[in-house]
């Protein structure tokens, strides 16, 4: 076939310039500045059927002055050549193509490009990467195929094919910048495309805390669950298919999500059911299905507890009880020997007596490890075979439950929630009212489960191991809030509180004071703190031998003697240096804690003032970080 140039281009341009034009196929040859060696075929192969679904992403680059007779020799993209004479071959690129070259007639450009072939290739955008394989597996293509045609990973692709699935206006918001890949990849979690949307529509150009990839999860996590949840060990993956339920594997996580996430609490709660149901006739008065993963005190408060009768175990087997349990305190035991001794614990512990039985019921759940667990037994207040045998006693160890106990537990929870959210939207207009509580809080050093906040109050550690020189001031210790109740633990008493807010505002702030600076936290915002307060660590510290000198290397103490005994009052700075450890930490310890020493040196009124001011720089803090005007106190 006789050659054809294109008019866009000579075929010689000026050494200096670069042209791109369409050269015919027959024209171009591999160039010995395409230092590559021969790819395999399956790679040529791959990138055929790239090239066929998508087109050239990226022009050839040859040199014009390599051969006689017009012919051009590729010096970046022999691979690609390779790939379309295979297409040519096999017919699929008509009898005469051309092909889009970028030339040059300088040779050290033409080197230039041979050799960024081998070290760089361009990265096409994210979104573009994602429609560009997208169409190859439309075509047919498997990602192993388009694998090798883009040199990425296997992995790679599946994780982009899993991205083509999409709705187009995702991809065109990751394209556009408005999604983050790992965004858009948290959005291939979604069930339907209907929530992929809904969720896209939501965190669409917006960025930081609630719109990352994470929250974008978790919000789609409301209609889905993992292979890991707890309802989907109990249940089982295949009988949740067996019954519909939609799976798919996120390839960016590594889990395996579980699509139906209603399908799955249905089968759930209908399975937990069946337990409660099998488990009835084997003489409870009642069993109880609880679809919590635990048992709150919510759900037993007013219920009488009822003990099992223990039983002695078979000698060898108490022997082997006791042996696990006594290394069990001091050595980490195996699973095997941590699952026989709860086994021999649960039997020692013996059963609930048949009498007891006929009074008293059970509640079944499954914890958060997809285990079901069978509860403590307890007794209803109205099943007391004491309160049936005298129904006018005054006994009230046991209180009725309310009519609602009753209800789903579900429905239950959600009542109490939107109860709690009414009283937060009131509070929230009353501060004052609200500062009491925090401060009553501290005050009574309530747990954080027991308190009205869900606040605890809970200071840093403050005494150092070594307290030698360190005095910590009575208010920060440990139990010394005004009026604080040591015992703690208490309950949140209306009466209590009541009392509290008579004492006024003055003992409430006073509190407040104190306890919320026991709660500030190292870091920039306490250096901030700092620099303005300017805190003098020398009120409640000073270097002793035991305490800082003596565990110090021994030159690191030289400096800090020659720093604040001058030469002319120790002209023997020398000497102090050979000294060993020991003395040198105990010269110090008296420079800093006997006044006789110092006069004993002679030591100016400044020079003492040195002595009283310097300290390490550990404790000093360092420069804040830049603040507006006004935010912190002068």
Known sequence: MAARKTAAAPANPPAAATVTAMVPLIDLYIHPLNTRSEPPVEDITALAESIRAIGLMQNLMG?????????????AGGRRLRAIRLLHDAGLMGDDPFVPVLLTGDEDTARLWASAENTARSALHPADEV???????????EPA??????????????????????????????RAGGITLDQAAALTTAP?????????????????????????????????????????????????????????????TDRTLLLDGDLLDTLFRAQLDDCAAFVSGRGWKWVQPHYEPWLSYSVTDGLQRISRQPIDLPEADAAE??????????????????????????????????ADMTTSGIYLYVDNTGTLITSEAFR?????????????????????????????ESLRTDLSRIRLAALQNELADWPDLTLYLLAWMMQTKLWSFQGPLQITFNPAPLEPEKTEGFTLPARL????????????????????????????????????????????????????????IDPDPRRIWTPTAAGYFSRLRAAALDPIWTALVPDDRDPTHAKFAALKKAEKAQLLHRLFNEAD?????GLSRDQNAAIDQWLPAELQWPAPEEAPEGAYPT
Do not use: C, W
């Open 380 to 408: 209803r207040t109205e099943d007391d075979p004491a309160r049936q045998a005298d129904p006018g006693s005054d006994d009230t160890a046991f209180t009725v439950k309310p009519e609602s106990k009753a209800l789903p």
């Open 131 to 141: 429609r560009a394989y997208g169409r190859m597996a439309a075509k047919g293509a």
């Open 477 to 532: 210790a440990a139990d010394h809030l005004p009026g604080l109740d040591s015992g703690g633990g208490g309950d949140a008493d209306p009466a209590a509180f009541a009392a509290f807010r008579n004492l006024g505002e003055v003992n409430r702030d006073q509190i407040l004071q104190l306890g919320l600076s026991r709660l500030l936290r190292d870091g920039p915002l306490a250096a901030a703190l700092a620099h303005k």
């Open 63 to 75: 040199y014009t002055q390599s051969a006689p007779g017009g012919s051009i020799g590729i010096v």
């Open 145 to 174: 195929t388009i694998a090798k045609a883009f040199a990425v990973t296997e992995r790679h692709v599946r994780q982009r094919l899993r991205l083509a699935q999409l709705p187009d206006p995702a991809i065109e918001a990751l």
């Open 597 to 601: 020493f110092r006069e004993l040196l």
């Open 321 to 354: 009880l006791e042996d696990l349990l006594a290394r069990a305190e001091t050595d980490e035991l195996t699973p095997a020997e941590l699952a026989r001794m709860d086994e021999l614990e649960e039997r020692a512990a013996g059963e609930v007596p048949e």
């Open 192 to 252: 339907t495309e209907a929530a992929a949307l809904a969720e896209l529509a939501r965190v669409n150009g917006q960025a930081g805390y609630g719109y990352d990839a994470n929250a974008i999860r978790q919000s789609l996590a409301r209609s889905t669950a993992t292979a890991g949840d707890r309802r989907a060990i109990f249940v089982t993956l295949d009988k949740y298919r067996a019954e519909g339920g939609r799976v798919q594997d996120d390839l960016f």
